[in-house]
């Protein structure tokens, strides 16, 4: 039985923790034996708790972890693996630490964010962010020394060959995209939907802020369903921008850290989901177009890429242009266009899914084996 270690910056809420949990979880049925690593004890999405993944960490003190990140790992007493799924630019570094110690180990990068150190307050990623031509020779290290590098979209990819000069490392480099996504019954999809557009994402996006021009034009209740850090400053400082609104009497709701359930009826009956805000991917929009929540999305996301020409032209918005997100949203909404949007969403989802994801990873894995 081959051991798989997946390798994530924290446990919470978020669309790679998602990955990395799902993609745990399912291996076991497949008769991989799996682990996961997170670099930090941070707050643990219940998601974890819900799949059963028993979790390791290099840090089980999370300010400490976050201050010494990228410069120590505690990883001496990390079981030896067969594969390593190494998650962005941290994973990469204990993945390929863990390589040197044991030489046939097959390292899997999927890089999310180039160029992007995701832990906040980290020594390390400061000195990465001031120096930014040392983070990009790092980084085309962690992709020539893995065995396949995976991204969540073209867009990603685009990125990643302007980031860096590929000639000879491209063909190690394959689209994955995160449908990890299930989607509902055809006879699920809810026909009448409840009066509210829906904003699922990170707190702290860009996207939020965005929504909030959107807000102070449009009557339309809203539900914003996601996590942010307490002591983020972003996370606050956007919350305090929406109670500004609702003193100004809109309607808007907040559900923080929803479970699975909570969201899939959150998508399921909603007028619309909105993030008017670049995601290289945006694993939310596509499981709102599993439940049969007709999306309105940035152009420049990976998402648009799974959908065709004619929904493409619809739904995926120049995300600075608010006059036309409002225009857009008024259009659905005063024309009762929910229902038969949102079942051309489902249907892209009938081949954008779980089990076309995990089809294409066990492919991935049993050639590195081989």
């Given at each position: 039985?081959?051991?798989v270690?997946?390798i994530?910056h ?6 790679v ?5 799902m993609?745990?979880?399912i291996?076991r ?7 996961l ?10 998601l ?16 400490f ?5 990228g410069?120590?790992f505690?990883i001496?007493?990390i ?8 998650h ?6 204990i993945?390929l630490?863990?390589k040197?110690?044991k030489?046939n180990v097959?390292?899997v990068l ?20 001031f120096?930014?031509?040392?983070f990009?020779?790092?980084e085309l290290?962690?992709?020539?020394e ?9 867009f990603s990819l ?6 860096h000069d590929?000639t000879?490392s491209c ?18 999809l809810?026909?009448k939907?409840k009066?509210?557009?829906l904003?699922v994402?990170r707190?702290d996006?860009?996207a ?5 021009e ?11 369903a996601?996590?942010?850090?307490p002591?983020?400053?972003?996370f606050?400082r956007?919350?305090?921008f ?6 100004k009497k ?11 359930r909570q ?6 009956d ?11 991917f945006n694993m939310?929009?596509v499981e ?5 929540c007709?999306?309105?999305?940035a152009?420049?996301s990976g998402?648009?890429?799974?959908m065709?020409?004619r929904?493409?032209?619809e ?7 608010t006059?036309l997100w409002?225009?857009?949203?008024t259009?659905v ?9 949102g079942?051309s969403?489902w249907s892209v989802t009938?081949k954008?899914?779980?089990d076309e994801?995990i089809?294409?990873l066990?492919?991935?894995?049993k050639d590195?084996?081989?």
């Open positions: 039985m081959d051991k270690l997946s994530v924290n446990t919470q809420p978020g669309g923790q998602r990955i990395s949990a993609e745990t979880s291996l049925k497949f008769n991989y034996e799996t682990f690593l997170s670099i930090l004890k941070s707050h643990k999405w219940t974890f708790d819900e799949l059963d993944i028993p979790l390791t960490y290099t840090f089980n003190n999370e300010v972890g976050r201050l010494l990140s410069l120590f505690n001496s007493s079981a030896e693996p067969d594969i390593i799924i190494a962005n630019n941290p994973g990469a570094q993945a630490r863990l040197r110690r030489k097959a390292v999927y890089l999310h964010d180039s160029l992007v150190y995701p832990i906040a307050g980290s020594f390390f990623g400061e000195f990465l962010r120096f930014p031509e040392i990009r020779k790092l290290k962690y992709i020539k893995s065995d396949i590098v995976l991204v969540n979209s073209v685009d990125r990643i060959m302007k980031n590929l000879d063909k190690k480099i394959e689209v994955l995209y995160p449908t990890l996504n299930v989607p509902v019954a055809e006879r699920s809810v026909r939907k009066n509210y557009m904003a994402g707190i996006h860009e939020f802020y965005n929504v909030y959107i807000m102070k034009r449009v009557d339309i209740p809203l539900v914003i996601g996590y942010g850090h002591y983020n400053p972003t606050r956007i919350i305090l929406f109670e500004l609104l609702k003193r809109k309607d808007i709701r907040f559900v923080f850290s929803p479970s699975d969201l899939l009826e959150l998508y399921r909603a007028l619309l989901f909105v993030y008017p805000g670049h995601e290289n939310s929009a709102a177009m599993s439940a049969g007709p999306v309105l999305v152009d420049t998402v648009c890429e799974i065709p020409p929904l493409q032209n739904l995926c918005l120049d995300k600075n242009n006059d409002i225009e857009r949203i259009e909404v005063e024309n009762n266009r929910s229902y038969d949007l079942k969403c009938q954008y899914n779980r994801h089809t294409k066990l492919k991935i894995l590195l084996i081989e």
